[in-house]
């Protein structure tokens, strides 16, 4: 087994089953947008209240009032105007293309290049709507995957963070089976950590599932452990 599956097999025990992004190209879309700046329980609630609405598919937002989508999205936290005019703009690339989800589903440069006009997808956004939405085997690397990947050893910080997401990916995917199967079990349970554990300031190294295969982790237990200097 390659070391990266024996962390993601503790991962998995550690925090359990996790909740995948949502399949639809569209739902993953809203999903992105309410996720920035979100925890993702009030990320949850806001998608959750537009679907009671409802509101998820391009159509039904393009006929929601303001004023019912406007309480929903506050369950995200601030950035409300933001958030809708971001969704607009989504709903409206949606709408203009109706055949959106074909594309996203065909060949990946073409699929690539009609995700490029949204706002609110960088790379590692577009990245995880190919895969989970469209079962395209490219690994998302954002913030939290890139930093927890460091942390373990996948690749080296560089000048450019472009450069280091790219040598990050390029390392966890040597070892990961090329399907997307293993592509959405990592980026899930990786991201999930970089969130929850693997944290960017006082990460949670005690209770890390990871520690023992963790070189990051063992300098800062070490460095925690040494006696005050007199």
């Known amino acids: 087994m390659a070391r990266i599956e024996h962390l993601l097999d503790r991962l998995e025990v550690f925090y ?23 925890a993702p329980g009030r990320r949850d609630a806001a998608l959750a209240a537009l679907r009671r609405i409802p509101a998820l598919t391009p159509d039904a937002m393009w006929k ?49 290049r009609a995700l490029r006009p949204f706002p609110h997808l960088g790379e590692a956004e577009t990245h995880r709507l190919l895969l989970f939405a469209t079962d395209h085997v490219v690994l998302p690397v954002d913030a ?3 930093r927890t990947g460091l942390r373990l050893g996948y690749g080296r910080e560089e000048d450019d963070f472009r450069r280091t997401v790219r040598a990050v990916r390029r390392r966890l995917a040597a ?45 800062r237990m070490a460095a925690g452990a040494r006696p005050p200097v007199s």
Do not use: M
Request: positive net charge; charged residues 25%; glycine residues 6%.
């Open 16 to 38: 359990g089953p996790l909740k995948p992004p949502p399949r639809d190209p569209f739902t993953l879309f809203v999903w992105e947008v309410v996720s920035v700046h979100a």
């Open 64 to 112: 929601a009032p303001r004023g019912k989508l406007e309480p929903a999205l506050r369950l995200a936290g601030p950035y409300v105007e933001q958030r809708l005019r971001a969704l607009r703009a989504g709903v409206d690339l949606f709408r203009r293309t109706p055949d959106l989800p074909t594309i996203l589903r065909g060949p990946l440069p073409a699929a690539r």
């Open 144 to 146: 939290r995957i890139c």
């Open 175 to 219: 070892e990961l089976p090329r399907s997307a199967a293993a592509y959405r079990r990592a980026a899930l349970y990786l991201s999930h950590h970089g969130g929850a554990t693997c944290t960017e300031a006082n990460p949670h190294c005690p209770v890390c599932p990871l520690l023992n295969e963790c070189p990051d982790g063992r300098r």
